[in-house]
């Protein structure tokens, strides 16, 4: 077979040695032939990777192209050629111009030529592999720093072995010190809070029959310090061995600086509401008495001149309350306290109702005020509270800022059939917005004009309450203002349609006569008010300061009450308890409505009052009004029909 090998003609070269030279000549990899340590041979594959031309190199000292800094290494190469004949190594080489190529060596002697040594060495270059392999090595580095520093574990459970296996340190009942390792199911069971155990159980166990994927936030026992932390992880079954089965992988984080800081702004939500809750009884109080002083003074004989200051007074505490209650909207909104309470309602007639509230003040600036209304608007389901509300700031707004001219409010309809709208459009001629205030126009505390020597007044909150009450009534508000002035403002509420309902029962002297009325209060001139506006409609008063004296007249009473008026913040006995008091009494008095008459008056506090056995919540300050409402929709849930018919005058 060697002869097939060879080149037969005498002086030619060997088969061999010219398929050597063919491989030498067109390898990728560098090849180099050393002598005496210089550079006698070099193939192209050196020069298309280093630069260097043959005349360049041949002749000079291979250690000329070494790193300095791989001394240590080259010095190896050659002790392991000494001791086996071959070596290999990693280190740099020299780039033409500038520059290192990482290099795999592989050095082979080569049998002996006259008067000395030499060497065939292979360059292969994995610069840019190193590259890529320090960018991953980096990179997993990085991301195990950020799991740690983060409290993240990776892992997957093999329900053949019934272990978890993680991919990084974590802390276990046999390792506290953490490291790459397994748990038993016994071992993660143990390391659950008992309290927790079965939803995780059972959120696993759906998994691992399913393979749907599970969120879980739960407490585990760190073992490092033997204290429970929280623990968030999410799951999800994946194809293993089997196809008839689920194994299941997952990451869990340590959230329990999350969880704290959650609790911590639980409880600083829950103290804001709290304080809420008490400025809000702390002002209502005495806004309660001056406002219903006014009420009463109403009734009596004054001068013109008289009325006429005691209207800009009521006026003036209308829009102090009015200030207020944007004040604790807002809070309550952000709270997500905020409560909407739909019910059928005639929106023309509400949108009337506040445009003739403001008239007057359109008026006395000689401005027109007119109300438009499509007549396809029927009636709808809404909160007209809300709505009024967000009418009152935008209509409000709208005479505000008008200096002359006039104001146009508009009602129309809007939106597909199957989701029926309302839109409602108030028209200004006033001062217009420009393009800065208007980018803010909608935020909290914003206002069009911030200086101290401002037309308008206003706490700035009018116009983010509108909005935020809107996006909750399933609509927006918008506005545009060209540069000639006067402005635009539209509301869109959602509005399914809705029967009519009967008209609301007005106010008259007559309107409670015969009926028997206790009032709980232990402020004297919330007493004497209530008491006065009561008996102006022809109710029969009793009062009683505190819960306790409440709660005796309701025992003592030879024929019972047909309503009674209970505060709730008093010393000794507070109007929950009472009213729960009064519940047990048993016979008549145990079905007497009761109306709470507070200044903590928000949704939730309302619910509370009812959940205690009230019937209804009148909130201070007090007007007829909405005392007349009040005792409407408390009597209106009462069953009254076997009561005898001189003392139920509302139920006609």
């Not at 600083?268 to 702390?282: C, T, V």
């Not at 709505?387 to 009152?392: E, K």
Request: hydrophobic share 40%; glycine share 10%.
């Amino acid at each position: 077979m060697g002869k097939h090998l060879r080149d037969e003609r005498p002086g030619g070269p060997s088969i061999e040695q010219a398929a050597a030279d063919w491989f030498f000549e067109s390898s990728l990899d560098m090849f180099v032939v050393l002598e005496n340590d210089a550079v006698v041979r070099v193939n192209p594959a050196w020069t298309t990777l280093t630069g260097w031309t043959p005349d360049e190199t041949l002749g000079r000292p291979i250690r000329d192209f070494f790193h300095l800094h791989d001394t240590e290494t080259i010095r190896g190469i050659g002790a392991t050629l000494r001791a086996e004949g071959e070596a290999r190594s990693e280190h740099r080489l020299a780039r033409k111009g500038g520059g290192w190529l990482w290099v795999r060596s592989q050095t082979k002697m080569l049998p002996d030529v006259a008067g000395g040594e030499a060497l065939l060495i292979v360059f292969q270059d994995f610069t840019e592999d190193r590259a890529r392999r320090i960018e991953r090595q980096q990179s997993e580095r990085a991301n195990e720093l950020l799991r740690n520093t983060a409290g993240v574990y990776v892992w997957r459970f093999d329900p053949r072995k019934g272990i978890y296996v993680f991919e990084q340190d974590i802390p276990t009942p046999s390792s506290p010190q953490g490291g790459v390792r397994t748990m038993t199911i016994q071992e993660m069971t143990a390391s659950i809070h008992a309290e927790d155990r079965q939803m995780v159980w059972e959120a696993f166990s759906h998994t691992l029959a399913t393979g749907d994927h599970s969120l879980l936030t739960y407490r585990y026992l760190d073992p490092a310090n033997q204290s429970w932390v929280w623990m968030r992880a999410a799951w999800r079954g994946v194809r293993g061995s089997s196809a008839k089965s689920w194994d299941v992988i997952g990451i869990s984080q340590d959230v329990t600086e999350l969880v704290a800081a959650r609790d911590a702004a639980l409880g600083a939500a829950e103290a804001k509401a709290q304080f809420l809750a008490n400025m809000s009884h702390e002002i209502r109080t005495p806004m309660n008495g001056v406002l219903g002083v006014m009420h009463l003074l109403k009734r009596e004989k004054l001068s013109e001149d008289g009325r006429r200051l005691l209207n800009e007074a009521l006026g003036c505490g209308a829009m102090l309350s009015e200030l207020l209650n944007d004040i604790i909207d807002f809070s309550k909104i952000e709270a997500g306290k905020l409560e909407l309470n739909p019910e059928p309602i005639d929106p023309a007639a509400l949108l009337r109702s506040v445009a003739d509230l403001l008239r007057p003040q359109a008026k006395q600036k000689g401005l027109t005020l007119d109300v438009v209304v499509d007549p396809g608007v029927g009636w709808v389901g809404a909160d007209p509270l809300r709505l009024r509300q967000g009418l009152f700031n935008l209509l409000g707004n709208a005479v505000k800022f008008t200096l002359e001219g006039g104001v146009q409010a508009r009602l129309t309809t809007a939106g597909p059939p199957a989701q029926p709208r309302l839109r409602f459009e108030i028209q200004d001629t006033g001062v217009g917005i420009d393009q800065t205030t208007a980018d803010g126009l909608f935020q909290r505390f914003s206002q069009a004009d911030g200086s101290t020597t401002r037309r308008f007044g206003g706490a700035g909150l009018g116009l983010a309450i509108t909005r935020r009450l809107a996006i909750l009534m399933g609509g927006d508000v918008g506005f545009t203002s060209p540069p000639e002035g006067g402005s635009l403002f539209w509301l869109e509420i959602a509005a399914p349609p809705a029967s009519e309902t009967a008209a609301p029962i007005e106010a008259d002297t007559a309107l409670l006569a015969g009926l028997r009325v206790l009032i709980v209060e232990d402020n004297a001139t919330n007493r004497l008010i209530a008491g006065r506006l009561l008996e102006a409609m022809g109710a029969v008063v009793e009062t009683a300061d505190d819960g306790v004296q409440g709660l005796e007249a309701v025992e003592r009473a030879d024929t019972g009450f047909d309503l009674i008026f209970m505060d709730i913040q008093m010393p000794g006995m507070d109007g929950v308890e009472a009213t729960r008091r009064i519940r047990a009494l048993g016979g008549e008095a145990s079905s007497t409505p009761i109306i709470a008459m507070t200044a903590n008056a928000l949704a939730h506090q309302q619910a509370s009052y009812l959940a205690a056995g009230m019937n209804g919540a009148v909130a201070k300050p007090l007007s007829p009004t909405a005392l007349i409402q009040a005792i409407g929709a408390a009597l209106s849930k009462v069953d009254i029909g076997d009561a005898p018919p001189e003392r139920t005058p509302m139920a006609s």
